[in-house]
């Protein structure tokens, strides 16, 4: 029922604009708080980073190396 219901409302605008009289409008919608992403600047940024994720596979990184190449001192420690 939930997941029905989050499609109902990506979909659709229902107002009701006096009492038992309601419009229905279809569209997507996008929450304030998640419509920088939706720029045109945000979507090149993130066609790079996956362009540049796909051609760069993760890799196991010395963690003391790159401690040393950032001048931190690393202490070894462990944990029970």
Not at 44 to 68: C, F, K, M, V, Y
Request: charged share 25%.
């Amino acid at each position: 029922m939930r997941e029905n219901t989050a499609k109902f409302l990506l979909q659709y605008l229902i107002d009701e604009i006096e009492p038992g009289v309601w419009t229905i409008k279809t569209g997507k919608f996008i929450p304030d708080h998640e419509r920088w992403l939706w720029t045109a600047e945000t979507q090149a940024q993130i066609d790079r980073a996956i362009a540049w994720a796909e051609q760069h596979p993760p890799t196991e990184t010395d963690l003391e190396s790159l401690a040393g190449r950032i001048g931190i001192r690393v202490t070894s420690q462990k944990y029970a």
